[in-house]
């Protein structure tokens, strides 16, 4: 927690770009691959759900540091931030915990869902016990879910390729999904997302994160590391060109593509159900995550398009955003 | 700040400090205690802008803040310096000052009349911290070193200022603080980049002085510093070497160098003229992260001279007075809270805590080191 801690502090500190993508390439360098992994998930803007209530919280403070309610109400119409005024009013830490990012997570943060109410308190004042005021900052921030720090997904990208020597690119296509809720961080996973282009089994690595199959995303056994990973587009404008041109990668249908309006290409599946995206796993991609299309596939297998109104479906409705995708690099697909 | 409305003290007719119009006033020895208006007898406890102020027919402060007084007041004016602990009567009330902590000089006001003690902080510092985590020093409080330390003083009646009267205000220890210090210099020395630090000229520049480990590197400061560290070397506190920018001889170290410069310096000619440089601001409002941020600087240093919330906690109870009465800062909280704890608490309305500072650019130095700074940016 301690270096995780310096680690925001440091993007917290500074404006410049290079500063903060030093500072992350030096910490991924340094910590353990469990914490970096984690942290890779909360910088990517990756959210547990809330796993106490703020009430609970906030009582638990004000009893910790033995002030009314009405003191912590003043408090924090000056702080204007809960995790912050609790990480303040608290007596400083006896025992300063040495525990990396990824116990704190998994064994103190996400341990407390569906404890009692009294234990929950207790464990958390323990906690807030061990960590001094910018450790006790972030663990609240990491539970109420508000992490930020400036720091873009694009930044943390650039820092995951710049440390592993790999195309920023590659990173990002690898990168989606990685914030899943239903998806645990771990060392293997990270080993995945660094691993060099070429090594094997890379796309079974993430797509096992996505609770898929071996089999990977649409049956086939995952032959290479895109393999079902949707690749994130950054086009300045909607591509012109006509649909036709791009043939569909793999057995499944997919027949649009997202414009970014509130009216979107989506793929029909063979039921004829609209879905956006391959599988189970594509109900967690956020529409930033697109449909991946191989342009000049040989002739007779020409996609068919049509087009799909996803902006009245309930998982459009709340991922929609204004966004653009259209095709990847890649050209020959067997 | 707060939703609550000041809770005003109970006045009665022996009380031995009441509000006027022009400061806190003593009215059985006839003086007033940092009056913002011209008054016949001021008795200072400090040299900040918002205690010190100039008109006064006679002034009654320590003997250590009278060089600093009377840089910033004129030589003209009619002091009397006092040693701590030393008393004197006025009018029949006896009027003693003692360390405050705050700054050099500074001083708690002890007025004695028939039996009855009341004391006027002013500022005092203060620290819940220990002035080590481990260590021989651990478990002893934290203290000013560039000043005699705040002594409390017993008394009926205790007037305290109340700056960072709010339970979030908790100061680290500050060999913590200046090992972050150290530790950002030495990082921006490593790339080539000045490294400015803001503090107030009075206090904050010398503490800063004082703490920050001078092997680094070379050590400037703002021409508005220079006389405020002379009047310090004065008192016998010692500081490193720290000449002025102007006064450098080659600017080239300045690439490696920890300037300390006022507040007031940020966005100003006088600093882009240092270069592509880090700058860090010192002060107990560094604490929260939107306080930093509207600040517009790199780097936020919790360092203050004020007492923190368990400073001001145990100062009042040191102190065992019965009555409290709040000034400057989070006096609603304060008087809430203290009333809460069982004592006797109410609040008087100052002016204290406006501009703390202002007295920081002496005029002589102020104009000697703007048009240089404005000429090296022309059209040449």
């Known amino acids: 927690m301690r270096r995780f801690a310096d680690l925001y502090d440091a993007l917290d500190a500074s404006t410049g770009t290079g500063d903060k993508v030093a500072a992350l390439v030096r910490y991924f360098g340094e910590a353990p691959p469990e ?90 004042v323990a906690a807030w016990d061990e960590l001094d005021a910018g450790g006790r900052f972030l663990l609240l921030k990491l539970i109420g879910g508000g992490f930020r720090v400036g720091v873009s997904k694009l930044l943390v990208q650039r820092a995951l390729a710049l440390h592993a020597g790999l195309d920023a690119k590659l990173v990002a296509q690898r990168l989606v999904g990685w914030t899943d809720a239903r998806a645990t961080p771990s060392a293997a996973r990270l080993q995945a997302l660094l691993a060099p282009p070429a090594a094997a089994g890379v796309g079974g690595a993430i797509g096992a994160g996505f609770g898929v199959g071996p089999g990977g995303l649409d049956g086939r056994s995952p032959a290479s590391e895109d393999s079902g990973q949707p690749y994130p587009f950054f086009l300045a404008h909607a591509l012109q060109a006509d649909s036709k041109h791009f043939a569909r990668r793999s057995a499944s249908r997919p027949t649009g593509w997202w414009n970014g309006s509130t009216t979107a290409y989506a793929p029909r599946s063979s039921s004829g159900v609209a879905s956006c995206g391959y599988g189970r796993a ?36 709340s991922r929609r955003r204004r966004s653009t995708c259209c095709s990847s690099e890649s050209g020959a697909r067997p | 700040v707060s939703a609550e409305a000041p809770q005003p003290a109970d006045a009665r007719s022996d009380d031995l400090v009441v509000e006027r119009p022009e400061g806190l006033y003593c009215p059985q020895g006839d003086f007033y205690i940092d009056p913002w208006r011209p008054v016949s007898r001021a008795v200072l406890t400090h040299a900040h802008g918002d205690h010190a102020s100039r008109g006064h027919g006679a002034y009654l402060a320590t003997t250590v803040s009278a060089g600093v007084l009377r840089t910033r007041l004129g030589d003209h004016i009619t002091l009397q310096g006092l040693d701590y602990g030393e008393a004197v009567l ?129 050590i400037a400061v703002h021409g508005a510093v220079e006389p ?153």
């Open chain 1, 35 to 124: 914490d970096a992994a984690w942290a890779v998930y909360f910088l990517a803007g990756g959210k547990p759900r809330q796993v106490l209530p703020t009430a609970l919280l906030r009582e638990a403070a004000c009893r910790r540091a033995g002030i009314d309610d009405w003191l912590f109400e003043e408090c924090y119409q000056a702080v204007g931030d809960l995790a912050e005024t609790i990480a303040h009013i608290l007596p400083a830490g006896q025992h300063i915990s040495n525990a990396g990012l990824a116990e704190w997570v998994e064994q103190r943060v996400l341990a407390l869902r569906g404890l009692a109410p009294a234990e929950q308190t207790a464990r958390i």
């Open chain 1, 282 to 317: 594509a109900k967690s991609w956020s529409a930033t995550a697109f449909l991946r299309w191989s342009p000049r596939r040989p002739a007779g297998r020409t996609a068919r398009s049509s087009m799909v109104n996803c902006s009245s479906g309930p998982m459009m409705r």
């Open chain 2, 90 to 218: 006025v009018n029949g009330v006896k009027v003693s000052l003692h360390p405050a902590g705050h700054v050099l000089g500074s001083a708690q006001v002890r007025i004695e009349h028939r039996g009855r003690i009341w004391v006027a902080s002013g500022d005092y510092f203060v620290s819940g911290a220990s002035s080590s985590t481990d260590g021989p020093g651990a478990g002893t409080p934290d203290v000013n070193h560039t000043c005699a330390p705040f002594e409390p003083v017993r008394c009926h009646c205790f007037i305290t200022e109340s700056t960072f009267g709010l339970p979030i205000y908790r100061w680290r220890p500050q060999v913590q603080v200046m090992a972050q210090i150290n530790a950002w210099w030495a990082a921006n020395a490593a790339l080539g980049r000045p490294s400015l630090l803001l503090g107030y000229s009075f206090g904050k520049a010398q503490r800063l002085l004082a703490g920050v480990d001078a092997r680094i590197g070379p």
């Open chain 2, 228 to 380: 405020l560290n002379a009047a310090y070397r004065a008192a016998g506190v010692r500081l490193p070497p720290a000449p002025r920018v102007g006064d450098l001889p080659d600017r080239s170290i300045l690439r490696q160098a920890l300037v300390i410069a006022p507040p007031s310096v940020l966005g100003s000619v006088w600093a882009r003229r240092l270069g592509d440089s880090s700058d860090g601001f010192a002060s107990g409002w560094m604490q929260l992260r939107g306080a930093r941020r509207r600040h517009g600087v790199d780097r936020g240093f919790v360092l203050s001279d004020h007492a923190d919330w368990p400073g001001l906690q145990s100062a009042i109870i040191a102190t065992q007075a019965e009555r409290v009465i709040v000034t400057h800062g989070y006096e609603a909280v304060m008087v809430r809270w203290l009333r809460q704890q069982g004592l006797e608490a109410g609040s008087f309305s100052t002016r204290f805590g406006e501009h703390e500072d202002d007295g920081a650019l002496p005029a002589a130095t102020a104009a000697e080191e703007v048009p240089a700074a404005a000429r090296s940016v022309g059209p040449a």
